[in-house]
């Protein structure tokens, strides 16, 4: 626990001799959970970063050069970074050893004016969890899981669910605890799970990804650079910017495999049909339990793009889809036009 004794020393220094000390990197390995860190400029956010799941690292497979998922992506950034490695593949972050050290460390962080979390799946989970105890600021969430325990998530039916039993799902930090932060969490709503998982962060604001997944298709927008470029602009700004986030997966949407398989060739396949079935089912039932509360902050875009994208094949299928928008956003011209226009054809 090198950095816990550097930070209790450099935090009783003035501010001017803090920054003297930097840059300053290290690392430490906590039971099975390898932490690297550097600290570049006091001026700069503290971003901590957790891995997700789809590894199988050993402590033999570590080196020097070794950089923990999204470390990388911080420093070319030039921003402050702590970032935790699970290794093996069936880990949680739940060890006792790791837990007293994120206690103690975040007794330690008051230098760092803005401290942000970024995470994917089981590393979203740690952001979650942790979010409290480590006071961020701000947090950028990719299809989180918001816990394992059976009692809180009974839906939650994935076999990762089962082996992750073998941990407590009892003690502190088990379930989200978000504290203060704000932020954003993206996750596709037609994959269940994930959207059940989603509305427990109700504090954050909900950016949806049609037929993203959250394991294979997944991958295809990572390839795109998809998770990269929105991590960086939330680095660098704290903040996402929707327009563009929007234009982004529209363009996504255009070049993903799993999109192509919507062409005219299959305007009537099963695979079609059922995502826009889907996709309707969503809106509907978020309609029902959140419009009233949420309806400022329910994104319709991604609704329109894929009515907007099948009217020609299946003119039903998109006319209900924008009727769904219209109730969300009963003052959107574009969705009354496109309405309009539908049912002047039909």
């Known amino acids: 626990m090198k950095l816990l004794y550097w930070l209790d020393e450099w935090s009783a220094l003035d501010k001017q001799e803090q920054q003297a000390r930097l840059p300053i990197t290290g690392e430490d390995l906590l039971d099975d959970v390898f932490v690297k860190y550097e600290f570049v400029d006091l001026n700069k956010p503290l971003l ?5 799941a789809g590894t199988n690292l050993q402590q033999q497979d570590l080196h020097s050069d070794f950089a923990p998922w999204g470390y990388s992506l911080a420093q070319k ?5 702590i970032s935790f490695q699970h290794l093996g593949k069936s880990n949680w972050f739940r060890s006792r050893n790791l837990i007293f050290f994120l206690e103690q460390l975040s007794t330690l962080l008051a230098p760092f004016e803005s401290r942000l979390g970024y995470g994917l799946s089981r590393g979203g989970f740690a952001i979650g969890a942790f979010a409290k105890l480590l ?3 701000q947090v950028l969430l990719f299809h989180p899981v918001s816990t394992k325990n ?16 073998q941990f407590d799902w009892q003690g502190d930090y088990h379930d989200l605890d978000l504290g203060d932060a704000k932020g954003y969490i993206i996750y596709d709503p037609t994959n269940k799970i994930d959207r059940l998982h989603a509305k427990r962060y109700s504090q954050l604001t909900h950016l949806r990804v049609f037929g993203m997944g959250h394991g294979t298709h997944a991958t295809y927008l990572n390839k ?11 680095i660098r700004h704290q903040q996402i910017d929707i327009a563009q986030f929007r234009h982004q997966t529209k363009t996504l949407r255009l070049k993903e495999d799993y999109y192509d398989s919507l062409n005219k060739a299959n305007a009537n396949s099963s ?3 059922g995502l826009l079935s889907t996709a309707h089912n969503v809106l509907i039932d978020e309609k029902k339990a959140h419009v009233k509360e949420h309806k400022k902050t ?30 969300i956003a009963p003052d959107d011209l574009l969705v009354e036009h496109k309405l309009q226009q539908l049912e002047w054809v039909l």
């Open 48 to 52: 901590f970063t957790f891995s997700p």
């Open 77 to 81: 950034q030039n921003v402050n970074i």
């Open 135 to 137: 006071q961020l600021d």
């Open 150 to 165: 059976t009692v809180l998530v009974p839906w939650d039916d994935r076999s990762s669910t089962e082996i992750a039993q």
């Open 224 to 234: 795109f650079g998809f998770y990269k470029q929105v991590a960086v602009d939330f």
């Open 271 to 273: 695979h079609r049909l």
């Open 298 to 327: 329910i994104d319709i875009q991604p609704l329109v793009d894929i009515a907007t994208k099948h009217q020609q094949e299946n003119p039903q299928d998109a006319l209900k889809l924008l009727e769904v928008a219209k109730k």
